[in-house]
């Protein structure tokens, strides 16, 4: 078992930084909440709003009997503006949240154990949200597990909209912001377009219908590991894997249908990242998905394929609706 940090006093961060970092957050959360926004991010507040009752926990185990758990992993690197407003908005209900730190040389950790002292912290071995992701999924112990990120682009209100259509039958709850529930106020033209050639290109190689290739908010039953087939998390014998970048997403998007996995799409709102500047290239890492959806057509699959959903590789999961 690879350490675990759960204790802030174990961070190099002081507590008048801490302080310091904890009010800058809040300040930031109240500036927010006045900032004008595109009538596609009001219709979506909205709805947030109408639905706020049934998205505010997870279905208790006695309204569905032996309710699988849940882990939610955050890889994060320099997040420490971001973080605590991530974790505040996670539903209730959650078993298990793993945050991935990427080395920050800032107080991610110690506020991320501020905001949720039950955290646990892992140190990724090598670089990249790959690695990190790698590295948080051997450590979650969920019958389900979702994977976010920590700049506040995904909101962690939509974490039951995956889990019911895992629960539903799908193997693998991919997010989209091209369908029904979806949409964003981040993408920019030149990422739209070649998310749309790469999705082009992926689903004719693979036979899939995906509407989103490149975004990285999912989440997946335990047993789905298999397929990814990641690099250990922890080795430092290579300083650098292939899928340790930010086309880990298309190379698990890939895998699991070439594995024949049951396969769900969910309608996700993609904000603009709260504070700071993404580390995502887009002509850089683009062309490395590129590359992944080739090398990986070249490949065989981890396993053998297994019928999916009726009839199409990729459904569209019903949006979770509010009971009011």
């Not at 926990?57 to 971001?82: D, I």
Request: proline share 4%; net charge negative; hydrophobic share 40%.
């Amino acid at each position: 078992m690879h350490p675990t940090q759960t204790h802030p006093t174990d961070h190099a961060g002081t507590v008048a930084g801490l302080s310091a970092t904890t009010r800058a957050h809040q300040a930031h959360s109240s500036h927010l909440e006045l900032q004008p926004a595109t009538t596609a991010h009001l219709a979506h507040l909205a709805a947030h709003q109408a639905a706020s009752v049934a998205e505010a926990s997870l279905p208790s185990r006695g309204e569905v009997g032996a309710r699988p758990t849940v882990t939610v992993v955050v890889p994060a690197r320099n997040e420490a503006r971001n973080i605590g407003h991530v974790l505040e908005r996670l539903p209730e209900g959650i078993d298990q949240v793993v945050l991935v730190d990427g080395s920050s040389r800032d107080d991610t950790v110690a506020v991320a154990l501020a905001v949720r002292p039950d955290i646990e912290v892992v140190h990724q071995a090598r670089r990249g949200k790959g690695n990190a992701l790698a590295a948080g999924f051997e450590a979650a112990t969920g019958d389900y597990i979702v994977m976010i990120d920590a700049d506040g682009s995904m909101d962690p209100r939509e974490i039951r909209r995956y889990i019911a259509a895992l629960d539903a039958g799908a193997d693998y709850a991919k997010g989209t912001r091209f369908t029904d529930g979806g949409g964003s106020d981040d993408i920019t033209w030149v990422r739209r377009t070649g998310n749309k050639a790469l999705n082009l290109t992926a689903n004719g190689l693979f036979g899939t219908r995906y509407s989103d290739l490149c975004y990285g908010y999912n989440a997946f039953r335990r047993s789905c590991l298999e397929a990814f087939a990641l690099p250990d998390g922890h080795d430092i014998e290579a300083e650098k894997r292939w899928g340790d970048g930010f086309e880990i997403e298309t190379l698990i998007n890939v895998r699991v249908a070439k594995a024949g996995l049951r396969i769900a799409e969910v309608g996700s709102f993609e904000s603009e990242r709260l504070t700071g500047e993404s580390n995502l290239r887009t002509f850089r890492d683009g062309t490395r998905v590129l590359v992944t959806i080739l090398r990986e057509r070249l490949t065989r699959s981890a396993r053998a394929p297994r019928p999916t959903a009726e009839e199409c590789p990729v459904c569209v999961a019903e949006p979770v609706r509010s009971s009011a």
